[in-house]
């Protein structure tokens, strides 16, 4: 059972994948669309905005993972080194109780101390792990196993695909919303011609111009909630699977326990990226947090919370460890 509902989750990935992919060509082509009906500009609009689509998606598939490496100064690591070459054996262990293949690129941060990793790519012939050089000096081979775990998991799972194509449609909607409100900025200084005609057409036009953006606005709102929420789900179920991996869900649970005592932020991490990581890389409060909001806004359930699924103990009782 456990292993169709692995092959499941890869499955769904994929379906959700090209559905957003059309969803996404039918949003971006209605918008222009509405905006030719309305002005009676031709197809220029509706062009406009399937071109804005089709470069988000081009974007997101084919420099996807470079761009993430570049952003956080990721760089390849050193056979010759001790500690990348017991992390390279450690991927190829995972690598065969996986079953993925071919196995992932290995990067690492030097220079970063926090305890951190993340896993970036579409498929598994183009898939990277990356780790902080924090990580190799705290962890043990234990504990690195179970973070390797959980990001091969992500690999295998496909929640790259799904994730990396969400951010890109969000990343064209804010484009959209861009646009909009420039336009009606644009039109609005330079005002619409000496006649009460092309006053009145000018007033349209900015109301019009203002709704687009509006609307753009409130839709990139409800995606971002949507990739949050679809980040948290994640990560539940990229720790499962990395305890089915290793047989040793205390590897995970501990290193997870080291990750949420140490305090400092990765550098170069962004609000972009900050989903790809295996704890949140700036430390932000609301990701170890209940409640609605932070349902809303947190990339990541907390820490404590996945420590307690993976030791089979009761939140609070994993909190208080964690406090004292």
Request: positive net charge; aromatic residues 10%.
């Amino acid at each position: 059972m456990s292993v169709f509902s692995f092959w499941e989750e890869q499955r769904k990935n994929i379906t959700r994948s090209y559905l957003l992919i059309f969803f996404f060509v039918i949003l971006m082509g209605g918008f222009g669309f509405l905006i030719d009906y309305f002005f009676e500009t031709g197809p220029w609009f509706t062009v406009v905005f399937l071109g804005v689509a089709l470069i988000q998606v081009l974007v997101g598939v084919l420099s996807g993972p470079s761009l993430v490496l570049s952003s956080v100064g990721a760089r390849p690591i050193n056979p010759l080194n001790p500690e990348h070459k017991q992390l390279e054996n450690i991927i190829n262990e995972m690598g065969i109780a996986s079953g993925l293949k071919p196995l992932p690129k290995i990067y690492y941060i030097p220079g970063e101390k926090s305890i951190n990793a993340f896993a970036t790519g579409l498929k598994s012939e183009n898939a990277y792990i990356c780790v902080t050089e924090g990580l190799l000096e705290a962890l043990n081979r234990e504990e690195t196993q179970g973070v390797i775990a959980h990001e091969l998991s992500h690999i295998y799972n496909k929640d790259m695909l799904y994730m990396t194509l969400l951010s890109a449609i969000l990343g064209a909607v804010v484009i959209i919303q861009v646009m909009a409100f420039r336009g009606a900025w644009l039109v609005a200084r330079t005002g619409g011609g000496r006649s009460r005609r092309d006053s009145s057409g000018c007033a349209y036009a900015i109301v019009f111009l203002i709704v687009v953006g509006l609307l753009a606005t409130i839709f990139a709102f409800l995606g971002r909630i949507l990739l949050f929420a679809v980040s948290r789900q994640r990560e539940y179920l990229a720790d499962a699977k990395a305890a089915e991996f290793t047989r040793n869900p205390q590897g995970l649970a501990s290193a997870l326990r080291k990750i949420a005592l140490t305090a400092g932020k990765v550098q170069n991490a962004s609000i972009a990226t900050a989903h790809l990581f295996i704890s949140d890389p700036l430390k932000r409060k609301v990701n170890e947090k209940e409640g609605f909001f932070a349902n809303l806004f947190s990339t990541h359930p907390p820490i404590y919370k996945r420590i307690a699924r993976l030791e089979g103990k009761s939140p609070e009782q994993v909190l208080m460890e964690l406090e004292q």
